[in-house]
């Protein structure tokens, strides 16, 4: 084993600038602690200059092409830190695996559509693929699920697995706290201005970011293959300042949750808005901060918690995987082999049970609320709360239910016979309620 470690870094943006400021700063901790070098010897990216972190480059080994790059044979590990799930990052993964090189990412959307064929190429090269940084930021999670915890069998894993609606969801129970209610737009629009929604947020706000790290989640939890299509993603655009002021007075606080779960109809993997009781320590991770609860039948129930993005916490994660390949370790992607990755069935869409938050705007005018009971009871959903304060006849009020127990299937079919009623003004609009 030589004694450097020899880095080729594609991305000079806000992570790849954080990793080449960490590894200058903390050079000589690194070597204590790994007893090599960590350097990096050569980079690609998109323009030719300077890193995000103002960092020098220019005396560095350059590629135009990332994935020229795979082939160097003076380089011992691609970190690769350019994003998207295909095109380069996809193709420089490859080849860098390939051509038997190490490989750490921060890309949670080139793992979840294509981990699966890169952990068995991994496995082939004798190689590390390393992705801490992939999933909720600077929170040890995959080190803690592969490694920590692997002597545990687990019933489940949830989690907060996205800073930006974290931020937005936290800001709109404030402004109703304060007297100041401030809807999802409004919100959002101050979010973008921050930095922390993208000018785009789609990826983030309706709930895609989260769904790749809770596909990635799930694989090490089950010891099944990576399998995106499986996740159920509702996101968070139709959350209005009356289910934040209802979820206050109910005793809740909405969270959007990726949640893994065994069930009797198979792997349940969603990313929903929920309602999460206020005793719940989950609902007090507020702000852009992250959390993963998981569920071992030894450890008993572990909560990481930690800031989920930003560039000194994702280079914090990309050089943890640097300093394990330095010390040669070398582990399986998902915690088992490929070959032991056993496909488990997909729950159904609607399979899932539990209790639920129904909001309408409906006209005030007798017999509305008869109607929609009849609604439910034709399903077989059964109310366990009803709020409606003050009385506007012929206007439009909101009604706020709770139900016991019931099959998110047939109260889906509920909320379609209730939009056909002519009182029902807008779409009604559901919340999963969990008992954490």
């Known amino acids: 084993m030589s004694e450097t470690l020899r880095i080729g870094l594609a991305g000079l943006g806000v992570v790849g600038g954080g990793v080449l400021k960490l590894l200058e700063e903390q050079r000589e901790l690194l070597l204590s602690r790994c007893g090599r070098r960590l350097e990096v010897v050569a980079v690609s990216a998109r323009q030719r200059q300077r890193d995000s972190s103002g960092g020098d480059v220019s005396s560095l080994k350059w590629y135009d092409d990332a994935a020229d790059m795979a082939g160097d044979p003076g380089i011992d590990v691609v970190c690769e830190l350019i994003g ?5 990052a996809l193709a420089l993964s490859q080849a860098a695996l390939q051509n038997g090189k190490h490989l750490v990412t921060a890309n949670k ?5 294509h981990g699966n064929e890169l952990a068995e190429a991994a496995e082939k090269s004798a190689v590390h693929l390393g992705y801490e940084a992939a999933v909720v930021g600077g929170i040890p999670i995959i080190k803690g699920l592969r490694e920590g915890l692997a002597g545990n ?8 697995l996205n800073g930006t609606c974290n931020y937005i969801l936290t800001e709109m129970r404030d402004g109703v706290r304060a007297g100041n209610p401030r809807n999802f737009d409004v919100v959002l629009k101050e979010a973008q201005e921050l930095g922390y929604a993208e000018a785009d947020p789609s990826t983030d706000v309706d709930g895609i970011d989260a769904a790749h790290k809770l596909a990635l989640l799930t694989s090490l939890v089950f010891g099944c293959p990576v399998d995106f299509s499986a996740v159920q993603i509702e996101g968070i655009r139709h959350i209005n300042v009356l289910d934040i002021e209802y979820a206050e007075e109910l ?9 893994s779960r065994a069930s009797d109809a198979g792997i349940e993997q969603s990313v929903h808005p929920c309602m999460v009781p206020e005793r719940a320590a989950i609902a007090h991770v507020d702000g852009v901060l992250n959390a993963v609860v998981v569920d071992g039948d030894y450890v008993g129930t572990t909560t990481f918690e930690g800031p989920g993005a930003g560039a000194g916490p994702t280079a914090s994660a990309v050089v ?8 040669g370790l070398v ?8 070959s032991q990755l056993s496909a488990r069935s997909k729950a159904s869409p609607g399979s899932h049970v539990g209790s639920y938050y129904i909001r309408l705007m409906v006209v005030d005018r007798p017999g509305v609320i008869a109607d929609i009971a009849a609604c439910l009871r034709d399903q077989e959903v059964s109310v366990e709360s009803l709020l409606q304060h003050g009385r506007k006849p012929d206007e439009a009020v909101p009604v706020v239910l709770t139900t016991h127990v019931a099959e ?11 939009d056909e009623l002519g009182a029902v003004l807008e779409t009604p609009r559901m919340i999963r309620i969990v008992n954490l």
Do not use: W
């Not at 005793?251 to 949640?259: A, M």
């Not at 943890?320 to 010390?327: F, K, Q």
């Open 84 to 88: 998207g799930s295909d095109g380069i």
């Open 109 to 113: 959307a080139l793992l979840a559509l």
């Open 153 to 160: 069998r687990f019933s489940g894993v949830y989690g907060i």
């Open 251 to 259: 005793g809740y606080r909405v969270k959007l949750l990726g949640v």
């Open 320 to 327: 943890a995987d640097l300093v394990d390949i330095s010390r």
């Open 331 to 338: 582990l399986p992607t998902f915690g088992l082999p490929v």
């Open 408 to 418: 998110e299937g047939a109260l889906i079919r509920a909320l379609a016979a209730m």
